[in-house]
């Protein structure tokens, strides 16, 4: 076993002959396999299990890994083959049966995300949640609120008559950039995650034209969930912010229009890429 510096190790705690244990990690009560590495800052909480074998009678134990500063649950539930991210949280009794992405927060059985942890406040290293903050006064018109990383709403118009309802943008016009191409995506399990990138140069316009979803924008200090649900309400996302997005109605379609054709070099896919190149750590 490799034990790290500063850890604490609760009572009852039974670690294999090759565990790795990072630098200040709190691990209580439970077996750590020696396949599934704890990075420095992470906490394991009572009786979590990992289970590091999809076919028990075979001879093969893939690993799993929890990444630095991540935390898990008492009694959580860890299927093998999975890395829990960088300050990732699994929630007590989750059931985790996919990756879960830096930052996110996962709960249940199966576990979907639900929100993501962010610095608060800025400088400080800490991580809290938001979950449950109001982004949006009912009273404050989109074009009055400050959103992070240098992204807007749009209130866009709306004609009504008998006839029905009709809602539009004009390139040039009221839109922060002339259109190169569009895309639509729809048909999202409500448990499943989109986006989690930037872009170098791109921009892009977000309007959900049916249900709603939810868009985490995310600058490398500061984070904030904006709510796309009505077709007259659009979201304009610079380059060099980092877009998640998640929460689905089960009858979303989400329209993006964006300022060039696809380049796949200007994505950046690797949080810790992105975190770097905004100076962050």
Request: charged share 25%; with cysteine.
């Amino acid at each position: 076993m490799r034990l790290g510096v500063d850890c604490n190790i609760c009572d009852h705690t039974f670690t294999e002959g090759e565990a790795v244990v990072g630098d200040r990690v709190t691990l209580q009560r439970r077996r750590l396999p020696d396949d599934v590495p704890l990075e420095d800052d992470a906490c394991v909480g009572p009786k979590a299990t990992f289970t590091n074998d999809p076919f028990p009678r075979g001879h093969h134990r893939p690993a799993t890994v929890v990444q630095r500063g991540a935390s898990i649950g008492a009694n959580a539930t860890i299927l093998p083959r999975i890395t829990i991210g960088t300050h990732a949280m699994a929630g007590a009794g989750a059931v985790v049966t996919r990756e879960v992405s830096p930052q996110a927060i996962v709960v249940g059985n199966p576990a979907p995300v639900t929100d993501y942890a962010v610095r608060e406040p800025p400088g400080t290293g800490r991580l809290e949640s938001r979950m449950g903050i109001q982004r949006l006064r009912p009273s404050q018109r989109p074009q009055e609120t400050v959103l992070t990383g240098g992204a807007r709403l749009y209130d866009l118009p709306r004609i009504a008559d008998e006839r029905g309802n009709l809602t539009f943008a004009e390139i040039r016009q009221s839109l922060p950039f002339a259109a190169a191409r569009y895309f639509l995506v729809f048909g999202v399990p409500n448990r499943r995650v989109r986006g989690e990138h930037a872009h170098r140069q791109l921009q892009q316009f977000l309007v959900c034209v049916h249900g709603r979803v939810a868009v985490r924008l995310f600058d490398g200090a500061l984070s904030e969930e904006v709510c796309l649900d009505r077709p007259d309400l659009g979201l304009y996302v610079p380059p060099m912010l980092w877009t998640t997005q998640y929460k689905y109605s089960p009858d979303a379609t989400l329209m993006v229009l964006a300022s060039d054709i696809y380049r796949e070099g200007d994505y950046i896919r690797d949080l810790d890429e992105f975190l770097a190149l905004q100076g962050g750590t």
